[in-house]
């Protein structure tokens, strides 16, 4: 994503100092609850989008209009061949269309995206300390002349990304790097080619592939720095006690998926241009880290040329709470002192609804943003945005999203006051 915003966005001058106190109202408690099957299965550290959760979400059953499970064979001998030798993997592909009502360009962009992953288990298999080898290799394509990673800023003027992953950047890499459990599974480390959002600012909703599609609802609410995949870097966390945890990390500030593996050592020790975090949350348990959660993240990132950085901070907090395992009520946001963020000032709310575990999932989330000003220019508009969506299960592997969402005041496009985007994305697990 740094990479895409370095090509997009207009550079300028140094900027003014900021400064800011961010200050976090406490929330009161919710009920909650946890289902047997939730506590029991053994979640890795993570967003659902880390390798190692998809795998066990794919292999869950889900609520879906037709209800024959044709590829039950093939998912018992991918379990078979876990046990057998250790190896879990996954295929899928995705398709996505976005269309605007008004633009600057073009109005529409559509994109594919085929992924393989999967991790072996290569020491202590069948232990809560086990290691193994984990990878995501990826295939984004366009299917016209416009991308939707590039939509958002490039055709609509807007500060934000819609679908940020669709790309054309053909063949690349996501994760290749090696997991080490400790502690009984209550401690990880990652080390090697890691993907920065799969550990920093954990939020359930924030998968483009199957919760939000706009980068606002996503990590750092679009007010951090983010690396792009397949960046070298070392990652830990760990449990303290039931319910704190905490998730840290460092990662050369460039990457470049499409070759990860050229000059990625020398840029890591010896060009010091690094992206860090410290995550400092609660959970009611591990197996709820992403379903119930309250944290803070704290982010540096040095000065990059190749990835568009400039030196910075920033602070992010997240709150979600599942009530009664039905209603996901959200509070997000986060403050950037320069970074080469999005924006500077982010604060997203909504709710999502899922009747069953497993099931169709609605969402709904509104953002209000304040353009970062040295990453851009002083005295941009501030943005409202509105996302809809609703995931629904045609088949148990195929999966269908629509959603509408609702920029008001584009930053970059004075000629429009408000642009409506629907889109409409389809993915199949296998």
């Not at 001998?77 to 879990?88: D, F, N, V």
């Not at 997203?348 to 497993?358: I, K, N």
């Not at 000003?373 to 088949?395: C, K, M, N, V, W």
């Amino acid at each position: 994503m740094a990479l895409l915003m370095r090509r997009i966005a207009p550079t300028h001058p140094k900027r003014p100092p900021a400064t800011m106190v961010l200050a976090i109202v406490a929330l009161a408690a919710l009920p909650y609850s946890v289902t047997r099957a939730e506590e029991s299965r053994e979640v890795e550290f993570g967003s659902p989008n880390a390798t190692e959760n998809l795998l066990a979400d794919d292999a869950q059953p889900v609520t879906a209009f037709i209800k024959e499970r044709l590829l039950d064979p093939w998912f018992e001998w991918k379990a078979g061949l876990a046990e057998e030798t250790g190896i879990s993997f996954g295929l899928d592909y995705s398709a996505l269309y976005l269309g605007a009502s008004d633009s600057l360009g073009e109005d529409d962009a559509s994109g594919g995206m085929l992924r393989f992953f999967g991790s072996w288990d290569l020491a202590g298999r069948g232990g809560k300390n086990s290691g193994a080898l984990v990878w995501k290799v990826e295939h984004r394509h366009a299917y016209g002349s416009v991308a939707p990673s590039g939509f958002g800023l490039g055709e609509l003027g807007y500060v934000g990304l819609i679908e940020a992953p669709w790309s054309d950047q053909g063949t690349r890499w996501t994760n290749l790097y090696w997991r080490q459990r400790f502690n009984e599974g209550r401690a990880t480390v990652f080390g090697g080619y890691l993907d920065a959002t799969d550990y920093t600012d954990i939020f359930i909703g924030g998968s483009p592939w199957t919760g939000f599609a706009n980068l606002a609802f996503s990590t750092g609410s679009a007010s951090m720095f983010l690396p792009n995949d397949a960046t070298l870097g070392l990652a830990a966390a760990s449990m303290f006690g039931e319910n704190w945890y905490a998730i840290g990390g460092i990662t050369n500030a460039y990457a470049d998926p499409t070759d990860p593996f050229d000059d990625s050592f020398d840029r890591f020790f010896g060009d010091s241009e690094h992206f860090k975090t410290v995550e400092v949350g609660w959970v009611p348990s591990q197996a709820r880290i992403y379903q119930d959660n309250t944290h803070v993240t704290f982010w540096h990132v040095d000065d990059s040329v190749q990835a568009g950085a400039i030196q910075g901070w920033g602070v992010a907090f997240s709150f979600i709470r599942h009530i009664e395992d039905q209603w996901m009520p959200f509070l997000r946001g986060g403050y950037a002192d320069d970074g080469g963020s999005l924006l500077q000032k982010s604060v997203s709310a909504g709710v999502m609804y899922q009747a069953d575990p497993g099931s169709h999932l609605l969402g709904i989330g509104l953002n209000w943003g304040e353009p970062n000003e040295s990453t851009f220019a002083p005295g941009l508009d501030d943005q409202i945005t509105i996302e809809a969506f609703y995931r629904f299960h045609l088949t148990q592997q195929l999966a269908i999203t629509p959603s509408i969402e609702y920029l008001n005041n584009p930053a970059l496009n004075p000629a429009e006051d408000s642009i409506w985007v629907l889109g409409l994305r389809a993915r199949l697990a296998l």
